[in-house]
């Protein structure tokens, strides 16, 4: 794997054409592909600070990849957003409740690619530097739609949300560690919205802190609900996985997965 970062759509051709892709359709969900980068790069940076050229083409396989171009001079420290695209497919594919959070126009971009009418069989995204593969399917159309429904009712206040604790995932970078009263504290900055959490460290070993500190991690633990938005205001850690750049899908698998009822922490 190269230290080069692309994004790569692939599109599964149907049976009734011999697996080869049909074009119109490729076109169509490779664009709204591209309408979900955008919005990625908006909502992780405030504005549109990145260009999205393609860097590779192939036809025999119906893929497309893509790379990150800064065109905004004037911004000093601008965030990925193939980070922030990566980050929140894979929580709505998940029906995590940090999707909950995400921009609604950005779901809506993740249900046109996976919508299943006109014969679509499947595709897949694809990060080249980090190796995580997510598969644009029937899975993925369910729970964007659900992601989708629970986020409009937020908004039109319809919808009572999840108050109490509860375990969960959450990936994010680590950052500000302390010490208060003898308890490490950090904050992390999710991956999918950019959102920072404070967080209790409970039975980590101070070294694997220090390696995770500033890193790309996914944090287990128990997350505290106020009732009042979708997201934790604080996480008490007592797991970190740093997320390498070469672990691959294997460093996502079970990630934001929601507990059983049963294993609820009720607050």
């Known amino acids: 794997m190269g230290d ?3 994004l790569t759509f692939k599109f599964y051709g149907s049976d009734q054409f011999n697996r080869d892709a049909d074009g119109e ?3 169509r969900r490779f664009f709204k592909f591209m309408q979900g980068l955008h919005e990625a790069d908006k909502a992780a940076n405030g504005r549109r600070v990145h260009r999205f050229l393609i860097s590779d083409l192939h036809r025999s396989s119906a893929s497309a990849s893509v790379r990150e171009q800064l065109t905004a001079a004037d911004h000093a420290r601008p965030q990925s957003s193939f980070d922030y695209y ?3 497919l894979v929580a709505v594919r998940n029906d995590s409740p940090v999707a909950r959070d995400l921009p609604i126009k950005l779901v809506k971009y993740f249900v046109d690619i996976s919508n299943g009418s006109g014969g679509f069989v499947g595709a897949e995204v694809r990060r080249e530097r980090t190796g995580v593969v997510i598969h644009i399917d029937k899975i993925l159309e369910e729970r964007a739609k ?3 429904g629970d986020i409009d009712r937020q908004q039109t206040g319809a919808l009572p949300l999840y108050r109490g604790a509860a375990y969960g995932a959450f990936d994010g970078r680590l950052r500000v560690l ?3 009263d003898g308890a490490d504290r950090v ?4 991956t999918a919205g950019g959102k920072e959490i404070e967080c209790t460290v409970i039975g980590i070993d101070p070294e694997e802190l220090g390696r995770a500190y500033k890193r790309r991690c996914i944090v287990r633990g128990l997350a505290h609900y106020s009732g009042e938005h979708g997201l934790p205001e604080r996480i008490d850690i007592r797991e970190i996985q740093v997320v390498e750049r070469a672990e691959g899908l294997d460093a996502w698998r079970g990630s934001f997965n929601l507990p059983a ?3 609820d922490i009720r607050g």
């Open 187 to 190: 904050t992390i900055k999710l």
């Open 261 to 263: 009822p049963d294993d």
């Open 4 to 6: 080069r970062d692309e």
């Open 178 to 180: 302390e010490d208060r």
């Open 86 to 88: 990566e980050g929140a």
């Open 146 to 148: 659900r992601v989708l």
């Open 25 to 27: 359709l490729f076109a």
